[in-house]
């Protein structure tokens, strides 16, 4: 592809009788079209190798590109150069080095925008916004205000700051996907992708975006039309795969162990009558899963009608509100459900009454695994449970189902594997990180043997919510 382009920039060149390269060079990339941009800097070089200014534009194309190995080569050749600092500090922007250009000592407007991007890489997105805001609105500037507005939450503000390049649109028709308008942002994203190549990564997000923006507006042919688009330039299984495995994980695991605990079941030789049997784990599994679907209806009905969007649960910025409601839901189904099926154990499931003073050093202990796990998920690309009271409310109504009723049920028929099997299930069942609900399940569980009652695990979990509430949005981030 770059060879074409070469050969049309070169043709256009001599055309024009020479022309200036970099001042072409420029031009392209402030358009967005990279390779057309090294074309014409790679031929500029050619006639005048030591050229600064083509040079500097060649090592932000490669770092555009995420080619440090390349950008690095042209950066030694321009030695001493007034601009070379700005360039190394954006190379280690590439590298993942972001308090590094924090501490160098950057002057003027590109030096804002480089402490604005690694304030952006480490989440400090406050303050990253309050440096881009006095920026001259270059190309980088807006995707970079784009960006923040979106992440911020605020998807409609930033709207208005972008301009027509093809990332620009992509971008802006996340946006306007994010913000509830989805009928322009499908607008959009159809006509932007007829500009993009299907090698290029913006295609496959544009497409991922359309995607979600038909379904929502349960335009299910134009929804399928796309996600069919989508398959042929993505490895959507893997994609799935590469989410998932931890839930896949856990799931495999449960049902392993559930075949071993079976196969260890020896046949009766008499039948033992007994007047209000405990209900069999399948019957436990048909619950929780009639949980889901009420949770995902009302999810669905939010989604509708707050954003039109019948897909608002796998939104950005629209998930942060419909997924704590599905939780809640979830949770609610799970307490009230139970306590009309099981009225008469009900008492006898949550344990002793005092036992709710336990739940304000559960709280603490909860946060603080929370807090542990934030630290380290971001390294290995896990999710994370959303920060908000509701989601915590629907924990906290599920204790009754996944800490009372399924590891006593567990017990009755599998003895020694009831509080693997247990903690399994409430990670598998749960909607959220797996690994974290399973080490969590583990430890709930044990301290209910402890505790001997649920009132503290369930005050536990309110006391954890109640505390995320207070602290300021830039610390949520870190849970």
């Not at 309110?462 to 610390?475: I, K, N, T």
């Given at each position: 592809?770059?060879?074409?382009?070469?050969?049309?920039?070169?043709?256009?060149?001599?055309?024009?009788?020479?022309?200036?390269?970099?001042?072409?060079?420029?031009?392209?990339?402030?358009?967005?079209?990279?390779?057309?941009?090294?074309?014409?800097?790679?031929?500029?070089?050619?006639?005048?190798?030591?050229?600064?200014?083509?040079?500097?534009?060649?090592?932000?194309?490669?770092?555009?590109?995420?080619?440090?190995?390349?950008?690095?080569?042209?950066?030694?050749?321009?030695?001493?150069?007034?601009?070379?600092?700005?360039?190394?500090?954006?190379?280690?922007?590439?590298?993942?080095?972001?308090?590094?250009?924090?501490?160098?000592?950057?002057?003027?407007?590109?030096?804002?925008?480089?402490?604005?991007?690694?304030?952006?890489?480490?989440?400090?997105?406050?303050?990253?916004?309050?440096?881009?805001?006095?920026?001259?609105?270059?190309?980088?500037?807006?995707?970079?205000?784009?960006?923040?507005?979106?992440?911020?939450?605020?998807?409609?503000?930033?709207?208005?700051?972008?301009?027509?390049?093809?990332?620009?649109?992509?971008?802006?028709?996340?946006?306007?996907?994010?913000?509830?308008?989805?009928?322009?942002?499908?607008?959009?994203?159809?006509?932007?992708?007829?500009?993009?190549?299907?090698?290029?990564?913006?295609?496959?997000?544009?497409?991922?975006?359309?995607?979600?923006?038909?379904?929502?507006?349960?335009?299910?042919?134009?929804?399928?039309?796309?996600?069919?688009?989508?398959?042929?330039?993505?490895?959507?299984?893997?994609?799935?795969?590469?989410?998932?495995?931890?839930?896949?994980?856990?799931?495999?695991?449960?049902?392993?162990?559930?075949?071993?605990?079976?196969?260890?079941?020896?046949?009766?030789?008499?039948?033992?009558?007994?007047?209000?049997?405990?209900?069999?784990?399948?019957?436990?599994?048909?619950?929780?899963?009639?949980?889901?679907?009420?949770?995902?209806?009302?999810?669905?009905?939010?989604?509708?009608?707050?954003?039109?969007?019948?897909?608002?649960?796998?939104?950005?910025?629209?998930?942060?509100?419909?997924?704590?409601?599905?939780?809640?839901?979830?949770?609610?189904?799970?307490?009230?459900?139970?306590?009309?099926?099981?009225?008469?154990?009900?008492?006898?499931?949550?344990?002793?009454?005092?036992?709710?003073?336990?739940?304000?050093?559960?709280?603490?202990?909860?946060?603080?695994?929370?807090?542990?796990?934030?630290?380290?998920?971001?390294?290995?690309?896990?999710?994370?449970?959303?920060?908000?009271?509701?989601?915590?409310?629907?924990?906290?109504?599920?204790?009754?189902?996944?800490?009372?009723?399924?590891?006593?049920?567990?017990?009755?028929?599998?003895?020694?594997?009831?509080l693997p099997l247990a903690a399994l299930l409430f990670a598998v069942a749960w909607p959220g990180p797996a690994l974290f609900l399973l080490l969590v399940g583990w430890l709930l569980l044990r301290l209910k043997e402890r505790t001997g009652g649920l009132l503290?695990?369930?005050?536990?979990?309110?006391?954890?919510?109640?505390?995320?509430?207070?602290?300021?949005?830039?610390?949520?981030?870190?849970?």
């Open positions: 592809m770059r060879g074409v382009w070469a050969l049309a920039v070169a043709l256009g060149l001599a055309w024009g009788q020479g022309g200036d390269y970099a001042a072409r060079c420029a031009r392209l990339y402030a358009q967005g079209a990279l390779e057309a941009a090294q074309a014409t800097c790679e031929l500029g070089l050619v006639v005048a190798p030591q050229d600064r200014e083509v040079l500097r534009l060649l090592v932000r194309i490669h770092l555009d590109k995420g080619e440090v190995a390349q950008a690095q080569a042209y950066l030694d050749r321009l030695g001493e150069d007034p601009e070379a600092p700005y360039l190394r500090a954006r190379a280690l922007l590439a590298e993942g080095r972001y308090r590094e250009v924090l501490a160098l000592d950057l002057e003027g407007r590109e030096g804002r925008l480089l402490r604005a991007l690694a304030l952006e890489r480490l989440g400090r997105l406050e303050e990253a916004l309050a440096l881009a805001r006095g920026l001259p609105l270059e190309r980088e500037v807006r995707l970079l205000l784009g960006r923040l507005y979106l992440e911020l939450g605020r998807p409609l503000e930033g709207v208005a700051y972008l301009g027509d390049t093809p990332e620009e649109v992509v971008l802006k028709g996340r946006l306007l996907l994010a913000g509830g308008r989805l009928a322009e942002a499908a607008s959009l994203l159809e006509e932007v992708r007829s500009r993009l190549s299907p090698e290029s990564p913006l295609y496959r997000e544009a497409l991922a975006a359309l995607v979600l923006a038909r379904f929502g507006r349960l335009d299910g042919q134009g929804g399928f039309s796309a996600l069919g688009e989508l398959a042929q330039v993505e490895n959507l299984p893997g994609l799935g795969l590469a989410r998932l495995w931890p839930w896949l994980l856990c799931a495999v695991a449960f049902l392993g162990l559930l075949v071993y605990g079976e196969s260890r079941i020896e046949p009766l030789r008499t039948v033992e009558v007994v007047e209000d049997p405990l209900p069999g784990p399948g019957r436990l599994y048909l619950f929780a899963l009639g949980g889901l679907g009420v949770a995902l209806l009302v999810s669905v009905a939010t989604g509708l009608g707050l954003y039109g969007n019948a897909l608002a649960l796998f939104t950005p910025y629209q998930q942060g509100v419909v997924l704590p409601l599905f939780h809640l839901a979830y949770g609610l189904y799970l307490f009230l459900g139970l306590y009309l099926w099981q009225r008469r154990r009900f008492p006898g499931l949550l344990g002793p009454k005092e036992a709710w003073v336990e739940g304000f050093w559960v709280g603490p202990l909860l946060l603080g695994l929370l807090w542990a796990y934030g630290q380290v998920r971001g390294f290995l690309g896990l999710g994370g449970l959303p920060p908000s009271l509701l989601t915590f409310l629907g924990l906290a109504l599920a204790e009754p189902f996944f800490r009372g009723l399924v590891p006593w049920v567990f017990r009755e028929r599998y003895r020694d594997l009831a503290g695990l369930a005050l536990g979990w309110v006391v954890a919510g109640v505390v995320l509430g207070l602290f300021p949005s830039a610390w949520l981030r870190r849970f």
